[in-house]
């Protein structure tokens, strides 16, 4: 049994994924080829925004975003305690200051009444004024943009997507990576749209970020590639990579359809038996991990162990937990208690999700933990 099964995807979209592959081989376009500029336009028309900007990595694109933002040294970003280091780690890469927000038990996402209150705590120490909010759409779900959105207005806040888990998912139709001023995502394998090694994308709507981000991820380019007009990187996205991905986008939204197939059976299987997540009215998930919560974490871990059945922590530790935050100033990273974050950190247990779980396989695992706690 398969935590993630890419074998199984693959072996349905062999001849169509070997001949796009082929044909890069072919041309011998590498780097910016074809491939690419059509995956952007596709990332465009699939998400309805106006910018798609691939890159090299889910982190790489973080990392431009918030340089587009105008994010620098000293700089406060607001970022949900509990998810992958990246998206804090991006922030201190550029020089700033990751400010922890306490996430919403239900849904494991940033909660916005913590952030509002952290703000406030903020302003009431006389600390920096936070530049930006940095979201997470963990697991597959949009974060609370309605609620978030109006608090960044009312503090002038701009807000940046981490939707390296989300793509896919949606609020009442609007897809994840159009929520933010700019948005991003990763095309890591495991990702609910994955290539065949690093890969990420940014989006927005603003022309003007647009060009800065291009800039950015190609050394600062300005007219041409020997026109460096500012400090940047080299992050870009392979033609291979951006020819798998074509053809997985053909196939993707039947994926995330069969994704919340497979998460109504666990629910359906488990939800008197341990805690199960939560899907907000008008949202939908894309289920980067399927994750329930149990105090009986490690029990359940152990036992499905001795059935061969594969799970997962996401995550141990919370970000201010972290030893590469340790030296930093615990006032200002960590203004308010993040209770419920620890706490989630503690019961959270991922099972196998992807869109190839077979009925027998989801029996297997769902008896298992049934078992388990009898």
């Not at 070997?18 to 336009?41: C, F, K, M, T, W």
């Not at 919560?293 to 972290?322: F, G, N, V």
């Amino acid at each position: 049994m398969q935590f993630i099964d890419l074998n199984s995807q693959y072996s349905l979209l062999r001849r169509k994924i070997d001949s796009r592959i082929q044909q890069v081989l072919n041309h011998g376009a590498y780097i910016n080829g074809p491939e690419v500029h059509e995956l952007e336009v596709r990332l465009q028309e699939f998400l309805n925004v106006k910018n798609a900007i691939t890159c090299a990595n889910g982190t790489d694109a973080l990392v431009l975003g918030l340089l587009a933002l105008d994010v620098q040294q000293g700089d406060l970003v607001l970022c949900p305690a509990f998810t992958f280091f990246a998206s804090a780690e991006a922030v201190a890469v550029c020089g700033a200051i990751p400010v922890f927000v306490d996430c919403d038990s239900n849904t494991f996402n940033m909660c916005p009444v913590s952030l509002e209150k952290t703000i406030i705590e903020l302003q009431a120490r006389a600390l920096a004024i936070p530049k930006v909010i940095l979201t997470v759409d963990l697991f597959g779900l949009p974060a609370d943009y309605e609620s978030i959105t109006k608090i960044a207005k009312k503090y002038n806040l701009k807000i940046l997507e981490d939707a390296a888990q989300g793509f896919g998912g949606s609020i009442n139709n609007v897809k994840a990576c159009s929520f933010g001023d700019v948005s991003t995502t990763s095309f890591f394998p495991s990702k609910p749209l994955g290539c065949y090694g690093d890969g990420g994308a940014v989006f927005t709507n603003s022309e003007a970020y647009a060009q800065t981000i291009r800039s950015l991820a190609q050394h600062g380019k300005g007219t041409d590639k020997y026109d460096n007009i500012r400090i940047g990187m080299n992050s870009r996205l392979d033609t291979i990579q951006a020819a798998v991905l074509l053809e997985k986008l053909e196939v993707f939204p039947e994926e995330i359809a069969l994704r919340n197939q497979i998460a109504g059976r666990y629910e359906k299987l488990l939800g008197d038996y341990v805690t199960t997540p939560v899907v907000p009215k008008g949202y939908i998930s894309s289920w980067g991990q399927y994750t329930i919560r149990s105090a009986h974490r490690e029990t359940i871990k152990s036992y499905l162990a001795t059935k061969d059945i594969p799970s997962m922590i996401y995550y141990k530790k919370c970000l201010h937990q972290q030893k590469a935050f340790a030296e930093m100033d615990s006032r200002i990273i960590n203004p308010l208690e993040l209770n419920q974050s620890v706490q989630l950190s503690s019961e959270v247990l991922s099972l196998p999700m992807h869109p190839y779980v077979t009925d027998e396989n989801l029996q297997t695992i769902c008896e298992s933990v049934k078992s388990c706690l009898s």
